[in-house]
């Protein structure tokens, strides 16, 4: 069956950029999503359809995909970005997460 | 604006059945799938199926295709899942998220609206 890969967990300082990585066989054919998720919260959609930020979201929030890789990218990073991140894609049998991505904010 | 409100938290014993509902509110119910999802302690988002509220279709992740059962009562806007066969495995937060319409075949839409999540404890 298809997966998603992610790296377990990133860090950044503050102000600075990061970019999250996800791969996998899906993301050739199927929209790539990225979630948002605090700890003792429902997770919350912040890019879909690759590259699309939902209302409400930051701009410093951006995301991008090439042939089986995606890439969520924080620009500035704030404290407040410190959270668990999601990718999600469809592949042929419905629908999958990856493992998720710690973000530290130093 | 859109919500999913879900039922409050369960505890079953092994072996045991627990359905969760997932009340929307804010737009109409029957134009975008319901997905659940679950998370144990400490680990990841894993995808556990949907429905489609408007025809009653639905997909299930093969690992539960023998255990889960959606539904949903568009007369009161709700979906429910229940899961069978109970373990301590089962034991998580399960979440409803409003999905795409149906012709969002690609996945472009995304789980825009979650539901705050119900916890599940399997304990004998």
């Known amino acids: 069956s298809s997966e998603l890969t992610q790296d377990p967990a990133v860090s950044v300082a503050l102000g600075q950029r990061v970019t999250i990585t996800c791969q996998g066989d899906s993301l050739k054919n199927y929209y790539a999503t990225w979630y948002q998720q605090k700890p003792g919260q429902a997770p919350v959609l912040v890019i879909h359809g690759n590259n699309n930020r939902p209302s409400g979201i930051p701009d410093r929030f951006s995301g991008s995909r090439s042939r089986n890789t995606a890439s969520l990218t924080i620009t500035g990073a704030q404290a407040e970005d410190e959270a668990d991140y999601y990718c999600s894609s469809r592949d042929n049998s419905g629908n999958l997460f990856g493992g998720g991505t710690k973000l530290t904010v130093l | 604006q859109f919500h999913l409100v879900q039922s409050g938290a369960d505890v079953k014993k092994p072996g045991a059945s627990v359905k969760v509902s997932c009340q929307a509110s804010?737009?109409?119910?029957?134009?975008?799938?319901i997905h659940w999802v679950r998370q144990a302690p400490g680990q990841g988002l894993e995808w556990m199926g949907w429905i489609d509220p408007n025809s009653g279709a639905t997909n299930h992740a093969q690992k539960f295709q023998d255990r889960v059962t959606m539904t949903r009562d568009t007369s009161i806007a709700t979906a429910s899942m229940e899961v069978r066969s109970l373990s301590s495995d089962d034991t998580a937060v399960y979440y409803c998220?409003?999905?795409?319409?149906?012709?969002?075949?690609?996945?472009?839409?995304?789980?825009?609206?979650w539901g705050q999540g119900t916890t599940v404890t399997v304990s004998s």
């Open positions: 998220a409003r999905g795409g319409p149906p012709f969002d075949s690609s996945g472009y839409h995304g789980l825009d609206v």
């Open positions: 804010g737009y109409t119910f029957t134009g975008y799938y």
